[in-house]
């Protein structure tokens, strides 16, 4: 009798033949499930490691106004604000140089922080100008013309004196600490940094 002899079974890879060429009027085969998934996963992991920017803040929330005033700047500025504000004084208050003393206050700051820092030891200088050139419709004449509002100045600068110390002396409070702090920060960018662990 013939004994019909059997392959022993592969336990190993199975080898498929090299694919020829394909055949145009087959459809291509779709990918494979398993590359697809594996795909989809490496891109997720990768969109989930890139992160994400975020929406700038509107240019109005960033940063408050900060402008830098030369010293001619910023003594036409304080002593244009000075006369409007002399102006809306004998307009609404009467004259009142109580009330144009308070408001020179913080012209005097605003003068003395936007000043740019080469022309910082101007504001002490420009804030008393202003005072005066503010004072004159505020100031009272007595009636005598020329010579009468000359006077009524004078007089206003004397009775005024302390607003007028007062907003000069906050000028230059402000144009030390900015002084100070201009020297010190040149200090704080050249430290040598230390190395990382």
Partial sequence: MEQHRTRPAQHGPRHDPAPGPRDPSRPPLPPQAGRAAGGGVARSAQA????????????????????RLTGLG?????????LLLGLLTAALFGGSQTVYGVLFLPVCALTAVWLRE?????????VPIAF?????????????????GLMGLVTGLATQAGW??????????IVIARRVRRVRTPGRRTAPSRPRP
């Fill in 48 to 67: 989930a490691r890139t992160p994400q920017r975020r929406p700038a803040p509107p240019p109005a929330v960033r940063r408050l106004p900060n402008p």
């Fill in 164 to 173: 007028l110390y007062g907003g000069t002396l906050v000028a230059g409070v």
């Fill in 132 to 148: 005066a050139v503010g004072l004159v419709p505020v100031a009272d004449d007595g009636g005598g013309g020329t010579f009468g």
């Fill in 74 to 82: 910023g003594g036409l500025f304080c002593a244009l604000l000075m």
């Fill in 118 to 126: 080469g022309d910082l030891l101007t504001a002490p200088v420009v």
